[in-house]
């Protein structure tokens, strides 16, 4: 059956089919901040990257979550760990079914209520997203830790979408322009490390860049997160959450091992 997020589908399963998620290389990580070395090749070259918001295009219910697909032309990740220029490709969120949980990463042990994912693909070496996911360096995800706080206005603009998207497979086109450049936090100092995509298939091609600051969310915003339906449209629920809604789609943490946790900001 389809991967998930339920006990009969969730991410102790997913080696079954997809081997690569038992690898060494995977993500979410827990960052422990006391391992992270500072370091001055990353503070020498300035993260930095030009979004085009008017190529944000559609929304769709990937049965895992919200998922905005964008027109890669026109944006650019340079600098930081980075070589090369990286193009975004999509962004997407990940939750829990209540806001003391539902990050991907953690920071010394401790959950967010959400992460939001800007993943970019490496377009100096490849040919489009699907390649670069092959590839050791291939894509680099932008992780922002979400807390409850305020509401998000640039985040409203996806859930005022998400009731036309409310199963499996629905999409829509995204009409009022969203800039992934306004849900970034001020402050730019990030975690960055060797790791994987947090979905199957797990391939272990991602930089992942994780920015310290925390960017708020309203309770209300997670709320509407979770009204999304993990089934389609007619068809009866297959997975077993409380009627079918995705109330939670994040991977637990997995082991650092012996990669190296460089940081760059304070
Ligand atoms: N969750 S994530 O950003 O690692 C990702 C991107 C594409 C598939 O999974
Ligand atoms: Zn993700």
Request: charged share 25%.
């Amino acid at each position: 059956a389809e991967w998930g997020y339920t006990k009969r589908n969730g991410p102790f399963t997913w080696a079954k089919n997809y081997p690569t998620a038992a690898g060494i290389r995977q993500s979410p990580v827990d960052i422990d901040t006391a391992l992270a070395t500072s370091d001055s090749s990353l503070e020498s070259k300035p993260l930095r990257w030009k979004y085009v918001p008017q190529n944000t295009r559609t929304i769709v219910n990937s049965g895992h979550g919200w998922r905005v697909d964008v027109d890669s032309e026109g944006s650019e990740l340079v600098g930081g760990p980075l070589e090369g220029t990286y193009k975004l490709q999509q962004f997407h969120c990940h939750w829990g079914s209540s806001s003391d949980k539902g990050s991907e990463h953690t920071v010394d042990g401790q959950s967010y209520a959400a992460e939001l994912h800007l993943v970019h693909w490496n377009s100096s070496k490849y040919a489009d997203c699907g390649e670069a996911a092959d590839y050791p360096d291939g894509l680099t995800v932008l992780g922002v830790l979400l807390k409850v706080g305020a509401k998000n206005p640039e985040l409203q603009k996806v859930i005022d979408l998400i009731p036309s998207i409310s199963h499996r497979g629905e999409k829509t086109e995204v009409k009022e322009a969203i800039d992934p450049a306004k849900m970034l936090p001020k402050t730019l100092s990030y975690w960055t490390y060797l790791g994987s995509l947090t979905v199957p298939p797990c391939n272990e091609s991602v930089t992942w860049i994780l920015f310290k600051e925390p960017v708020e969310v309203s309770e209300e915003q997670l709320a509407a997160f979770r009204s999304l339906r993990c089934y389609k449209r007619g068809e009866e629920c297959p997975c077993d959450e409380v009627d079918g809604l995705l109330i939670s789609n994040y991977r637990p943490t997995l082991p650092l091992g012996t990669r190296e946790l460089r940081e760059c900001g304070s």
